[in-house]
Structure formats: C-alpha cells, structure tokens
C-alpha cells in the first residue's frame, strides 16, 4: 500500500492562479479530508468526504473546491489563489478511529 | 474556541531527560491520538489511545476520560525526538492542538 500520496510536494503561484492538489488513497477508506496547517493554528479542516459523490465544508472553506467522483482521489481547487491562501496542505483518509496522512505540499501564493 | 489545548507550545531539553508533553481537550471523544511531525516532513501517528497507557519503546501515552487529560512522556530523550507533537481527539470529527514544538540538545 502506498497510504495517502499528495502531489505536488511544492508549489508558488501567482495571486489569481488556479491549481489543483491532488490527493489518493490506496486503503479503500470512505472518509478523507483537507487541512491546512499554519503557524499557531493547529490543522484546521477545509472540506471533507464521506464517500464518493459526497463532499462538505470543514471550518475554513472559502476559496477552495473539492469532488469525489472515486473513492481513491480527492483533490482540492483553488479557485483564485491569494496570498492568505500560503500554507501547508495536508489530505487525510480515516478508517475507524486512524488517521492516514499525505506527505504535505507547501503552497506559497505570491 | 479551541477543544484542544496543548503544553507547553514550545520545549527544549538536554539529551537524556524526561519530558512530559500535556494534553487537555472539552468535548466528549471515543479516541486521542499522538501524533509526531518532523521538520518538513509529514504527520505519522504515534499513538491512539481510549483509555489507560500505551508504551512504545522509549515514548510513553496515558490518558484520563474523566479528567479529559492525556500526557505523552519521552524517557531518555535524544536529539532524533525533535519535532512537532501534535495532540488530536476523534469526537464527531477531528479536533487538533496546536501542537509542541521539542527541541533536544546533544
């Protein structure tokens, strides 16, 4: 099993740009989910799925995107990129009471 | 609000202490989780715990249901411990601490 890979591992954009994260699983797990971890701020979750066709919001969702049209990926859109958007960027995929997480990509918007 | 709250936010010590990370959470939970983060590296769970104690190896977990409290102790510390210990309880969803940062010296 791979786990939970992440691409890209970094990424600078320019405010307004648009990209995608992408996220997969190889566990077979109906739950995964988007954070961002800032400096003091603990991971804080963006959106999150329960299976695919499923999606909702997390606490911090403005600006970002989410489908899951297969149970295996999940990534996450920026929409307009700007600079409050700089973090890093951890999916998650949960089976019972574990959690797996991606590597992380470090996303700098200039 | 923070339904998880860690201590001390930062930590340094000398090779081969004892060191106590703190843990207190407010809302009701059906697991705690550590979690340990390198410096630019990724997030890999340490311990998951209900109840009690877990051991592993020189790392050690305890948590109290009633006083909502879970303690993560590292004996014989060694510079290689240095990270980021990160606090999560399972409730309706995943609530995560801010974390510790620990710094051992040679």
């Known amino acids: 099993n791979a786990g939970v890979t992440q691409t890209p591992k970094f990424q600078v954009l320019k405010t307004g740009q648009s990209m995608t994260l992408q996220c997969a699983q190889d566990m077979n797990h109906e739950y995964m989910s988007w954070y961002r971890q800032d400096p003091g701020m603990g991971l804080r979750l963006i959106h999150y799925?329960?299976?695919?066709?499923?999606?909702d919001q997390g606490e911090v969702p403005n600006g970002y995107n989410v489908s899951r049209s297969t149970t295996e990926d999940f990534p996450l859109r920026l929409l307009s990129a700007a600079p409050s958007q700089t973090s890093v960027y951890f999916c998650a995929s949960v089976s019972g009471n574990t959690i797996y997480f991606g590597e992380g990509s470090w996303l700098t918007v200039v | 609000k923070n339904e998880v709250e860690q201590s001390p936010q930062n930590l340094t010590a000398q090779e081969g202490e004892f060191i106590t990370i703190n843990c207190s959470y407010s809302?009701?939970?059906?697991?705690l989780h550590w979690l340990q983060q390198h410096p630019g590296g990724g997030i890999v769970s340490l311990f998951m715990?209900?109840?009690g104690k877990k051991k592993h190896g020189r790392l050690i977990a305890t948590i109290n249901i009633q006083e909502k409290h879970s303690s993560l102790h590292i004996t014989a510390s060694h510079p290689r411990d240095s990270a980021v210990y990160i606090c999560a309880v399972t409730g309706n969803q995943f609530y995560f601490g801010t974390g510790t940062s620990l710094t051992v010296i040679p």
């Open positions: 715990l209900s109840s």
């Open positions: 799925s329960v299976g695919a066709g499923i999606t």
């Open positions: 809302v009701g939970i059906s697991a």
